[in-house]
């Protein structure tokens, strides 16, 4: 609660900008000068950070005479007193500049190490400033400009950046360099420039300050309005962008200028002041009558006259010599006069050089004539208005050198050249303080709002907030930085740094912020910085408010060092413990404050190393003290959180030792748990095989284990007291209330404690017996691991635990009608419901029933003295809930199996009886269909597994202990038996809910889900398909191909249809990917398995009429179900198809498949005619116009050529002729294919016989003969066929005889032998057709008997088919 110096950012680059600053100039030209500077953004920035180390650090005593050298000398040297330097208040832009050059440092956001985020300022523009010759920067600002936008919060648009040069000359540019606006004001040089900002008025009646920014001249002074000079900038600004935009030649930009708003500003001529070096603009003030009066008499003497209402008047306070501080007033309402010739650089001066990103924002890049021109002519300069002084502090022989303006406009700071800082009463005109020893001191001042807090219990809470001014001086002769507490405070704070810095006081904030704009906003702006050249950090100051009220009597600084003493005391080690209890103590007892003191009280109750035996000996300390004092004196709620404390200390000691007791009660036997036996040895076989995959490996800190002692901290920030002294429990994180139940319950359930005696003690304490009892079941659902390894001594245990609780005063209610539900037991019910640990649960519904049950009968007895069983609705309720929790633990311990490896995986569903009914009907169904896919289990092994399931269906009365039994024997099977035994299990506890159909579609539905993630696996949407085929319900599986087709697979196949339309062919895997969101192998896959659904759609839809539509039903005890409908539900809910529609769209896909599968060139639109592809991708419930009658032989010829390239695709793709094995199931040699073909062929009105011969050559010409003659026998026009095949045979002998590499002697013999018709034909018949030439001779003669068979004899080709058939002959015996 002390001063601190907070480091906020640090500067990269800060050496590379000393190096471009002092580096040696050589005497060019400007224009040719910013040639060079192009590539300052590429310096070497390697060795910056280690620099700091190399230089020379000593402390100089005097530096302000020092000329640094050309080379910038060693890095400890004060280079930066020798530059002008300013800090955005954002401090996200700081400016460094010296003599023509200027460097501008922007905000970045770094990772530092340790991966923390850290904000830095690094060089965002370097260049030169001046384009007058000779001219110096003299004076820069940066000042930021609110946003104009509705949704700003206080952070500022962009920042403009104000420089004064010895010339005169005031430019005003971007954050990157750019020049905005340039005006001569005065022609001496700038001394300083100033700016005054919106500050909200903190007190009704406080004159509201108009914005402005002021400028000093060595006898002059201009202040331009504030919101004149945020329109300009803001014009000159679009304009930039605009040019920027479009990149117009500078000639272009010149022609297109919007002429920014002129600016207002008020020149004074201040006379009667021999030298002035510094001031400020104090604002607007009004006089007090009295005032008014003094002043009129000394000005105008005893019988001058007084105006009925003051004058506003403008005050202005300079520092200098001769008098050493000047007063001036200026009356308000004078014309002011408009700043007509704006010289807007941006208009004439841009060119496309100027946004090169390689210039860096250097230079203008402009021709020297271009340049020569307007720097001739100078802009008029306004006369100034003379202003005299009204008053001064005259010191002769001492010289003022800076004033620095407070923010609460009543104060301000003078450093002189004598090492005095003066403290100004501006409303007064009187020095009021004065410091001494502070030579080249630097001034800034901190305003801290009071924290609220702190005067939350005062009865003036809703007054405005109190703000306490602190003066800060950095001495840099002495290296310190001290902050004094304002008017006549003490010093609050002394940091010790660095002799080099600079402190960076802006005095203003966001310009263009009104009492309107202001409204919620939370201006992040820092009010004093500190610049440590050396290393390079910015540091700013935190000062608590509590130190303006602070002096020697304060009780209140001496209590809050008592805190600071205690804080200091708590977080020391190796301090003995009766050490720390004595000083704590007496630190507690001093403390006078009533506030304080609970907040020392409550910083050390929840202080984790102090023992439990420490708090209670201070605590009770303190409550004596209390209640010793007068009842008047003592702070109520200080002595109520005494009191609540002590007690919950003392109860947190009396748990402890009762856990840490050596006796433990007996058991003694209880009738109510007869019977519990055996619904344990009944659950008992599921309960081991549950604790077999419960056991998840996972990584745990050792404090997060449950059993780790509770630290009394912890225990005391889980309780209150209440006013009625009862004690609540706070509930937080579920962790934290696991905890606090283990500390009370664990030892207990484990039977190491008297749970009796825990219970009274719990009972006394006054916590109710329904949070006892929801911290009992967290406990018991929490370490369910632990509680299996011992089922039947825990059962007990929590059975005993149960109740005793139920005994408590409050726990069941007295009036309690057995017949009606006990909301005591529906607590345990509701806690059991939506549980998800099955077994723990299924165990504390077992003990919750027992003893229920024998609640009821205990009050029945007392009631009715009768031998008959009470029947009531509470065991109605505990009957349905227990055998829910059985179903749940079966499934469970199902979907618990762990994947095998390799498998897709996932997270283990976990679930409960709530989260099963909230799934609705198809709950259950869905949670397994998961754990299907997460297994990976094939359509056909689950189709296996269900089909034993079928067979055993037919004895329904099977005893629990053949379950048992064969629940057994599986210990002894392999994993798979195992996980298929379990899968049956539950199927035989849901027989309705997992149902095969039932089970199917999830199944089904779950993969095409999957798929949809992630399409490049194609193989989930083949399974999807597989599932689907068997349903056996046309019904469910027209319902479920209806909704797969909307909802996944329609968009995706016109995404491919209008793609292989749009490139003529099966696009390549980019477009693929693009366009339908998946790779051309899976995008084949894709349309293979959409003819497959459309096929199934197909034949459902025809079976639908003769199956009546299923009955959908569901367990009795799951009827409660309430959530979305189940897959099969919605799918029965679907509307019928229309099957021409349905089978138009399979013709489609099969078409694509077939293109994609062997790279056919088409587009699929041109196969159809204009009423098939408007009916296309329609709704498949709805009636479309579709194509009849006889096609286009155009089109029909399209078609067939279509089919038949898929012919030759299929026959090129099975091409070697010796492989005996049979063909795939799918894929681009999968057998179906040519049937496929013809079928699209009568479908597409193609003549089947053409693609029967066409395969038939194609087949015969790859060599494939035996696959030919089974075709062959389908062909119905022989005669065509015939001289087809007398073409392939010449070509194959031509081969033989003409074309062979190794012709033999009787092959020429052949030759010379053949009639000179057939050697003519045969030479002219081309084997380069054929794409196997080499067939064995045997073939190729059954080729030619065949030829002979199939021509008539009265063909014109049969004679050369007798030649062919006496040549082939001939070869055969020679060979």
């Not at 300050?209 to 001249?217: A, F, N, R, V």
């Not at 001769?322 to 650089?345: C, D, R």
């Not at 209640?627 to 402890?656: F, M």
Request: aromatic share 6%; proline share 5%.
């Amino acid at each position: 609660m002390s001063c601190s110096l907070f480091e906020f950012c640090r500067l990269q680059e800060f050496k590379t900008v000393r190096h471009f600053l002092f580096r040696n100039e050589k005497s060019e030209p400007v224009e040719e000068k910013s040639q060079t500077e192009d590539n300052e953004l590429s310096w070497d920035t390697s060795d910056w950070e280690s620099a700091w180390e190399g230089g020379d650090n000593k402390e100089e005593e005097s530096t302000s005479d020092k000329k640094v050298a050309d080379d910038a000398g060693g890095q400890g040297e004060p280079w930066l007193q020798d530059c002008v330097v300013s800090l955005s208040p954002c401090a996200d832009l700081l400016v460094v500049a010296r003599e023509q050059k200027a460097a501008f440092l922007s905000a970045k956001w770094r990772t530092d190490d340790s991966g923390r985020e850290e904000m830095t300022l690094g060089v965002s523009w370097t260049g030169t400033l001046s384009t007058e010759e000779g001219e110096c920067v003299s004076s820069t600002i940066c000042i930021p400009l609110a946003s104009q936008k509705r949704s700003s919060t206080g952070r500022p648009d962009w920042t403009c950046v104000v420089v004064g040069f010895t010339s005169g000359y005031v430019r005003f540019y971007t954050e990157s360099g750019v020049l905005l606006l340039a005006q001569l004001l005065h022609e001496d040089p700038v001394l300083r420039l100033k700016c005054r900002t919106y500050e909200i008025p903190r007190h009704p009646g406080v004159t509201e300050q108009h914005e402005e920014l002021s400028i000093l001249y060595s006898a002059a002074m201009v202040t331009i309005d504030g919101f004149s000079l945020f329109q300009s900038l803001r014009a000159c600004r679009n304009q930039a962008a605009r040019v920027f935009a479009t990149k117009h030649s500078a000639a272009a930009a010149g022609n297109d200028v919007i002429q920014p708003p002129p600016l207002a500003y008020k020149k004074w001529g201040l006379q009667e002041m021999d030298t002035i070096v510094d001031h400020s603009s104090v604002g607007i003030m009004t006089l007090c009558v009295f005032d008014q009066m003094k002043n009129a008499s000394i000005l105008g003497g005893f019988n001058a006259s007084v105006k009925g209402s003051p004058p506003a008047m403008s005050q202005y306070v300079t520092v200098g010599s001769g008098p050493y501080t000047g007063f001036y007033y200026a009356i308000e309402g004078s014309s002011q006069p408009l700043l007509s010739h704006v010289a807007m650089a941006v208009a004439s001066k841009l060119t496309s050089a100027l946004f090169s990103a390689a210039s860096g924002w250097l230079g203008w890049n402009k021709n020297k004539n271009e340049e020569e021109a307007p720097q001739k002519q100078k802009p008029k300069v306004e006369p100034a208005t003379p202003l005299s002084i009204r008053f001064g502090l005259p010191d002769s022989r001492r010289h003022g050198e800076s004033i620095c303006l407070s923010p609460c406009n009543m104060l301000a700071g003078v450093t002189d050249d004598f090492g005095r800082v003066t403290l100004l009463d501006l409303a007064r005109g009187i020095a009021i303080r004065m410091w001494k020893g502070y030579r080249d001191a630097q001034l800034g001042w901190l305003q801290v709002p009071e924290e609220r807090s702190e005067r939350d219990l005062s009865p003036s809470a809703s007054l405005p907030r109190r703000h306490a001014l602190f003066l800060v001086i950095y001495a840099p002769r002495r290296g310190i930085l001290e902050v004094w507490a304002m008017q006549q405070g003490p010093r609050v704070g002394a940091f010790t740094v660095g002799k080099h810095c600079r402190l960076l006081y802006a005095g203003y904030r966001l310009m263009g912020v009104n009492s309107v704009t202001s409204q919620g906003w939370q201006l992040h702006t820092q009010q004093v910085c500190l610049l440590d050249p050396i290393t390079g950090v910015l540091r700013t100051v935190n000062i608590p408010f509590h130190l303006a009220l602070s002096d020697k009597k304060s009780e209140r600084a001496k209590d809050m060092h008592l805190v600071k003493k205690l804080t200091t005391l708590l977080r020391s080690r190796d301090i003995e413990l009766d050490i720390l209890e004595s000083e704590a103590r007496s630190i507690v007892l001093d403390i006078k404050h009533p506030a304080v003191k609970k907040q020392a009280l409550e910083s050390l109750l929840s202080n984790k190393n102090t023992p439990v035996s420490c708090l209670v000996n201070i605590t009770r300390a303190l409550d004596d003290t209390l209640k010793r004092q007068e009842p008047g004196e003592v702070d109520a709620e200080l002595l109520q959180l005494c009191s609540s404390q002590l007690k919950l200390l003392q109860l947190y000691t009396d748990i402890q030792q009762l856990h840490s007791a050596a006796d433990v009660e007996e058991t003694a036997e209880n009738d109510s748990l007869e019977g519990i036996e055996e619904e344990l040895s009944r659950v008992a076989p599921t309960l081991q095989r549950y604790a077999q995959f419960t056991p998840r490996p996972s990584v745990s800190f050792a404090q997060d284990s449950p059993d780790s002692p509770l630290p009394a901290q912890a225990f005391l920030s889980q309780l209150e007291c209440t006013e009625d002294e009862e004690v609540k429990v706070i509930r937080r994180s579920e962790t934290e209330w696991n905890q606090l139940g283990n500390f009370l319950f664990w030892s207990c359930l484990c039977g190491k404690s008297p749970l009796h005696k825990v219970c009274y003690t719990l009972q006394q304490a006054g916590i109710s017996p329904q949070q006892l009892l929801s911290l009992l079941l967290s406990v018991w659902l929490h370490r369910e691991k632990e509680l299996l390894q011992k089922p039947e001594e825990n059962v007990r245990n929590l059975h005993r635990l149960l109740v005793a609780l139920s005994d408590m005063k409050g726990a069941v209610e007295e009036s309690w009608d057995t017949q009606s539900i006990s909301p005591w037991w529906q607590q345990v019910r509701t806690t059991c419901v939506q549980s998800h640990n099955a077994a723990a649960a299924l165990l504390a519904a077992l003990v919750a029933h027992r003893a229920a049950k024998a609640s009821i009968t205990s009050r029945a007895d007392s009631k009715f003295q009768s031998e008959w069983e009470a029947v009531s609705l509470e065991l109605e309720q505990w009957v349905v809930c227990v055998r829910q929790l059985e179903d749940v633990l079966v499934l469970q311990t199902l979907l618990l199996v762990p994947p095998p490896p390799g498998a897709t995986g996932g997270a283990t569903v976990q679930c409960s009886i709530k989260t099963l009914l909230e799934g609705g009907t198809g709950g259950i169904a869905d949670s397994v269909s998961k754990w299907v896919f997460r297994q990976d289990i094939s359509p056909e092994r689950l189709k296996e597994i269900l089909q034993k399931r079928g067979n055993k269906e037919a004895d329904d009365n099977v005893e629990q202990r053949d379950e048992e039994e064969r629940h057994e024997q599986e210990k002894s099977q392999e994993d798979t038996d195992r996980t298929a035994e379990l899968l049956l299990a539950v199927c035989q506890r849901f027989p309705h809910s997992l149902s095969p159909d039932f089970l199917f579609a999830h199944c089904c539905w779950e993969y095409v889900v999957q798929w949809n993630k992630d399409p490049e696996e194609g193989r989930y949407l083949c399974w999807s398909v597989e599932h689907l085929k068997m349903v056996s319900s046309p019904h469910i599986q027209q319902g479920v191909c209806t909704m797969m087709w909307s909802t996944f697979i329609a968009k995706r196949l016109s995404a491919a249809t209008f793609l292989m339309e749009k490139v003529g062919k099966a696009p390549k895997d980019r477009l693929c990917r693009r366009d339908v969101g998946m790779g051309d192998k899976a995008m084949t896959s894709f349309l293979g398995c959409c003819v497959q659904l459309l096929n199934i759609l197909m034949e459902a839809d025809s079976a639908v009429e003769e199956v009546s539509a299923p009955e959908l039903s569901i367990e009795e005890a799951w009827s409660g179900a309430e959530g979305p409908a189940s897959i099969a539900e919605l799918a029965l809910e679907q509307r019928g198809v229309h099957y021409p529609l349905v089978q138009h769209h399979c013709l489609l896909a099969s078409l694509l498949h077939a293109a994609m599968t062997f790279s056919v060139k088409v587009k699929p639109f041109s196969l159809f005619d204009s009423k098939g592809k408007n009916a296309f991708f329609r709704d498949l419930t709805t009636i479309q116009l579709m194509p009849s009658g006889d096609m286009d032989p155009g089109l029909v010829s399209v078609r067939q050529e279509f089919l038949l390239r898929v012919l030759t695709g299929w026959a090129q793709a099975i091409d070697d002729p010796t492989s005996s094995a049979p063909l795939p199931s799918s894929g681009p040699k999968a057998e179906w294919w040519p049937s496929l073909c013809l079928e699209l062929g009568s479908l597409l009105q193609v003549n089947p016989d053409i693609l029967r011969r066409h395969l038939v050559c194609e087949l015969y010409s790859q060599g494939l003969d035996l696959r030919a003659e089974e075709v062959m026998l389908e062909v119905e026009d022989k005669d065509v066929l015939g001289s087809q095949l007398l073409v392939l045979t010449g070509q194959r002998l031509s081969y033989s005889l003409l074309h062979s590499q190794n012709q033999t002697q009787a092959a020429m013999e052949l030759l010379a032998r053949l009639p000179p018709t057939l050697c003519t034909w045969l030479k002219a018949m081309d084997p380069r057709e054929l794409r196997c030439p080499l067939i064995p001779l045997p073939q190729t003669s059954r080729l030619v008997g065949r030829l002979i068979e199939i021509l008539p004899e009265n063909h014109a080709q049969y004679s050369l088919a007798l030649h062919l058939l006496e040549a082939v002959e001939v070869l055969t015996t020679e060979d």
